[in-house]
Every structure is written in structure tokens, then in C-alpha cells.
């Protein structure tokens, strides 16, 4: 029987490389035979992690199904955001703390969704569930999905379990968690030296939204005016993206994770949609967004109900 | 805060009824002002389990937009085989052990399915991970999810959980498993007194498949000559109802309880799905399907195959 494979999302972030780890790990314990891989190279919070806990990045995968029937997915379920040829493997089971959507399957599976801050937070469940004691550099791991997911727990869509589950994986990392977690998050905003098209793909995702095609991009600096002084060749670079990938709406979020707050920048035809989701209006195509930080809780409802 | 109604799926079966009474519990002692509702009045296995374990049945309920904004699902997921108004409110949580299909919500939830047996024995975990004891007559109402939607361990869809499970909760209800079970099942297989609808509707669901809309009933018996000297008169019904509901295929299995087969009897533009999903000739739009027994596991998945 071949390997299982259990990745996260395309454009990974630190929660997507690390609960692949994590499950991976899991599952082997309980008796089961499974990588952990991605769908795209460590960005320089998760590979700041990596490199830590000295734990290798899994081996990176264009296509699932030449190598496996069967497959896990965490930090994910929606279709446009997994491995290209989806459709042509089983989806054993699903670990995540997403909206569901662009999900389907023939067979039953398991499928765990809690609408947490973080995927690291319900595999820390169900290591308790079974009994299995979680080793240092997986902690580690863990709890740096948890730093990243919720900005040091900043953001709202962190919830209570999220920190306590935080505050015990950093006794068994034996890491100090404030230190740790704000020197981790600070790798990961020098965007000084990234090219446009890497700060628009760094954490981008596409969503239907009833029928269109929505591109959003999220970037964590501690400097906006930084990537707005980009703006102009930011923006040429989405029109060229809408053009080429048939994206009706490109939204990039520049989040400032020392104010928590966002400013967002929106390209293409459906632009009024944003100006309706954040009841504001756009100014040179951006708009100051107070209080927004999450993506998947402040971002994508707004828009998905405007549409 | 208007209370969270918990539901099964239409035409529900026992584990849909006794699933939304043990979740509804569960929550309730949790915290949360829920009720349990269902979509339809208990069938007669149903029925026979409610009066043993002196339950009532749950309020029914036509929509549930008019008198709350959230619900949580057990037993199903499919929009079709819910309420009509599912669209309307927020889907808080969802328990299941079905594949998952034609199922979006715009906000992350809590999503549980196991590939088991029973959505029951997804139940009794929950039970055990909050600490919660399960009362007599729920651990009644549990057991015969268990024994309903695995014909008493027979079924394919049967897990080492399911059977561990039940035997827990027989303890618990005070009941002899076989006899009890054995009891309620033939409770279940009265069809004499039953119109063509209502064998047709008994536990009928729907399913989109490849864009074709599928109806597929089931039937338990201890006769399935009885229900074929009717064969005429239900097809003309099931030909009336593709018609008017714009099913593409309509497929009624019958199951022998007993001998753990089948006949399907299968009426629609798409008949040919059938003979390709089973690799069987109808004969007089029959057909049998030896060691069939369980529309999830040897049903669902080769018509949506086949499609």
C-alpha cells in the first residue's frame, strides 16, 4: 500500500507546513503510514520555525496522484486551494478551522473543522485523545502555528483554547512564549526583499464567491507605507493576474501586526464589492481597514455576503 | 438569544430522530439553549424505540429561518436533505458520518464525521470527551441508531467502533442487545399497511450526481415478494414523480433483512446508470444485488461513479 500524503494549502504558511508535521506524525503513531509534504516552500516565518526546532521542511509536490491513492488534508478544504489533481486521489481525512466550500467526496471520511484560531490547536486535541505524548520539536512546531495563525493572539479569531493550548505546548518546547513568538512573527515580515510577485502570492488564496473568482492576499509588516511606496507596480502586476487567471477581484490586505489593523488594495471588476463588504469608500483603490487583522474572519465573510 | 434547533435529515430515519434528542442533550449540558426538532414524524422502527425508552418525539418542524438564526445538523449534510430553508441560517456545527456534498458555509464551524457505522457512535466520543454521562433512555436511544443503521452489526457500514459502542450503551439502557434489536428492526418492516408513498418517501433522499438528480429510497423487509407483487402500482407512482420533482433517476432498494441482499428497482431517463453502477441487466426494471444491504456504502458511491 503506498504512503499516505498529508499537505496543507497551496502559498503554505506556518500553520499548513507544521500540522502536515504534526498529523503526519500522529498518524504514524497510531498505525498508519503517511508523509508529511507541501504544495510550495517555507516562507521566512515558517522556515524561522523550521530552523529552530531543526525539524526539515517535508519535500514539495506538484501532483498527488502519481505517487498515492489516498491522502490527509490539513488547514484546508476547498479545492482551489489543495493540489492540483484533487480530484484524482480519496481524501481520507480532513483537520482544519476553515469555512467549508468546494468540498465534496464520494465515500465517508473524517473530517475534523473547529472553528478555532488554528489547525495546531486541534491536533493538540486529538494527541490527548489518543494518548500520544507530543515530542519537543512538534511542540515547537505546534505552537508556532498557533503564534502565526492569531498574531501572537492579537487576532479575533483566537479563542481561549487556542492560548491555553499555546501556554502548554511552550512548557513542553520549553521555549519563552512572548519572546519567541514576536521574534518568529518578525522573520516574517521583511518584505524588502521580496518582489511583487512574491508579496502577492506570499499568502494568497482564491475563493468562489457566488461564481467569481476572488483572489486574496495577506501580508503581516510592521511598516504599511513600505509596501504602499510599492503601489503602483503592486497594482499593474494584479490587473496583469485578474487578466491571466480570470480573477474577477484581487484584494491584497497589508496588515500591520504591531497597530492590528489592515489596509486593503483592490483590483479589478468587481471592486465595488469591497467598498460594500467594509462600508467604505476606496481611495486610489485602498482603504484603511481599523480593527482588521484575520482574513478568514474579517475578510472573506464580508466579501462572500456582498457578493 | 433565540434557541439553536438541532436537526436530522427528511424522511428521518432512527439515528437522524435519536441523534438530534442525544446531541441536543449534550449541548445542553454544555451550556447552550438548544432543541432537538426533525424534519418529519418517526417512522414505526422510530416510533418503537421513542415508546421503549419513553421519549417523546421531536416537535416538527417545516422551516427553521422563522424562529432562529443558527442549527446544528446531524446525520447529513447535503442541502437537499435538509431543511428547505438551510440557506437562511447559520449551520453552527454538523455531526455526521456521510460523505460530504453540496455543503458551503461561510463562517469556519465545527464539523465532526467519523467513517462509521452511526452518526451515534461519533456521539457517545463526544460524550465521553466532555465528561458528560449519558442517561438511561439515551444510551436507549443511542443503541438503536446503532442497531437501525447497521442492521444489528450486518452491514458493511459496521465498525469495531459501532459494535464496541453498542454494547457500551446496552449496558448503560439495561437492555439485551440482540432481542432488543432484533425487535425494534422487525418494528420497522410493517409494509402492508403502508400506501406506495409512503413506501416510496419511507427513507428516500436525494443526491445530485454529475448534475443529475438522483432519488434513492430503501426499504427494510422480511418479504420482498410483498413488496413486489406491488411493483406496478409504485412505478407508475415513481414515474409521476420524476416527473413532477424532475428526478432523473429513481431507485428503490429493498432490502431483505434477513438474507442481507437486495432488489433494486430503478425507473428514469437514466436507468442505464444503474445497470453500469451495479454491472447487472434489469430485467422488468429489476434487478438483485446480492450481500447489498447499505445505500452509503454500495449504492451511493457506484451511481455517483457510474455518473
Same mark, same amino acid.
Given at each position: 500500500?503506498?504512503?499516505?500524503?498529508?499537505?496543507?494549502?497551496?502559498?503554505?504558511?506556518?500553520?499548513?507546513?507544521?500540522?502536515?508535521?504534526?498529523?503526519?506524525? /500522529?498518524?504514524?503513531?497510531?498505525?498508519?503510514?503517511?508523509?508529511?509534504?507541501?504544495?510550495?516552500?517555507?516562507?521566512?516565518?515558517?522556515?524561522?520555525?523550521?530552523? &529552530?526546532?531543526? %525539524?526539515?521542511?517535508?519535500?514539495?509536490? #506538484?501532483?498527488?496522484?502519481?505517487?498515492?491513492?489516498?491522502?490527509?488534508? $490539513?488547514?484546508?478544504?476547498?479545492?482551489?486551494?489543495?493540489?492540483?489533481?484533487?480530484?484524482? %486521489?480519496?481524501? /481520507?481525512?480532513?483537520?482544519?478551522?476553515?469555512?467549508?466550500?468546494?468540498?465534496?467526496?464520494?465515500?465517508?471520511?473524517?473530517?475534523?473543522?473547529?472553528?478555532?484560531?488554528?489547525?495546531?490547536?486541534?491536533?493538540?486535541?486529538? &494527541?490527548?485523545?489518543?494518548?500520544?505524548?507530543?515530542?519537543? #520539536?512538534?511542540?515547537?512546531?505546534?505552537?508556532?502555528?498557533?503564534?502565526?495563525?492569531?498574531?501572537?493572539?492579537?487576532?479575533?479569531?483566537?479563542?481561549?483554547?487556542?492560548?491555553?493550548?499555546?501556554?502548554?505546548?511552550?512548557?513542553?518546547?520549553? $521555549?519563552? /512564549?512572548?519572546? &519567541?513568538?514576536?521574534?518568529?512573527?518578525?522573520?516574517?515580515?521583511?518584505?524588502?526583499?521580496?518582489?511583487?510577485?512574491?508579496?502577492?502570492?506570499?499568502?494568497?488564496?482564491?475563493?468562489?464567491?457566488?461564481?467569481?473568482?476572488?483572489?486574496?492576499?495577506?501580508?503581516?509588516? $510592521?511598516?504599511?507605507?513600505?509596501?504602499?511606496?510599492?503601489?503602483?507596480?503592486?497594482?499593474?502586476?494584479?490587473?496583469?493576474?485578474?487578466?491571466?487567471?480570470?480573477?474577477?477581484?484581487? !484584494?491584497?490586505?497589508?496588515?500591520?501586526?504591531?497597530?492590528?489593523?489592515?489596509?486593503?488594495?483592490?483590483?479589478?471588476?468587481?471592486?465595488?464589492?469591497?467598498?460594500?463588504?467594509?462600508?467604505?469608500?476606496?481611495?486610489?483603490?485602498?482603504?484603511?481597514?481599523?480593527? !482588521?487583522?484575520?482574513?478568514?474572519?474579517? $475578510?472573506?465573510?464580508?466579501?462572500?455576503?456582498?457578493?
Amino acid at each position: 500500500m503506498s504512503t499516505i500524503l498529508i499537505f496543507g494549502h497551496k502559498n503554505p504558511d506556518t500553520d499548513t507546513i507544521t500540522s502536515a508535521i504534526s498529523m503526519s506524525y /500522529l498518524q504514524n503513531q497510531l498505525g498508519l503510514k503517511t508523509e508529511a509534504v507541501a504544495l510550495g516552500a517555507p516562507n521566512e516565518e515558517t522556515q524561522f520555525a523550521l530552523d &529552530y526546532f531543526k %525539524v526539515a521542511a517535508p519535500r514539495i509536490i #506538484e501532483r498527488a496522484s502519481d505517487e498515492t491513492k489516498q491522502v490527509m488534508l $490539513v488547514d484546508h478544504n476547498e479545492a482551489q486551494q489543495s493540489v492540483d489533481d484533487i480530484k484524482d %486521489v480519496e481524501v /481520507l481525512a480532513v483537520v482544519d478551522h476553515h469555512r467549508i466550500a468546494n468540498f465534496e467526496t464520494a465515500n465517508p471520511l473524517y473530517y475534523r473543522a473547529e472553528p478555532v484560531g488554528c489547525t495546531a490547536t486541534i491536533l493538540y486535541k486529538m &494527541y490527548q485523545e489518543n494518548d500520544i505524548a507530543i515530542p519537543k #520539536e512538534i511542540a515547537g512546531l505546534m505552537l508556532s502555528a498557533i503564534v502565526s495563525d492569531t498574531l501572537l493572539f492579537k487576532s479575533p479569531t483566537c479563542t481561549h483554547q487556542d492560548e491555553k493550548v499555546a501556554k502548554l505546548l511552550a512548557e513542553i518546547a520549553d $521555549v519563552n /512564549l512572548e519572546e &519567541y513568538g514576536l521574534e518568529m512573527l518578525k522573520a516574517g515580515t521583511n518584505l524588502a526583499t521580496k518582489t511583487d510577485e512574491e508579496i502577492l502570492d506570499l499568502d494568497a488564496k482564491s475563493f468562489t464567491m457566488n461564481g467569481k473568482i476572488v483572489r486574496i492576499g495577506q501580508v503581516n509588516t $510592521v511598516d504599511v507605507a513600505e509596501v504602499l511606496a510599492r503601489q503602483a507596480s503592486l497594482e499593474a502586476l494584479m490587473t496583469e493576474k485578474n487578466a491571466k487567471d480570470g480573477f474577477d477581484l484581487f !484584494v491584497l490586505v497589508i496588515t500591520n501586526i504591531l497597530d492590528s489593523d489592515s489596509v486593503v488594495l483592490a483590483i479589478g471588476e468587481e471592486i465595488a464589492a469591497v467598498e460594500k463588504a467594509f462600508n467604505v469608500t476606496l481611495e486610489n483603490h485602498t482603504a484603511l481597514l481599523p480593527g !482588521v487583522v484575520s482574513r478568514k474572519k474579517q $475578510v472573506v465573510p464580508q466579501l462572500t455576503e456582498a457578493f
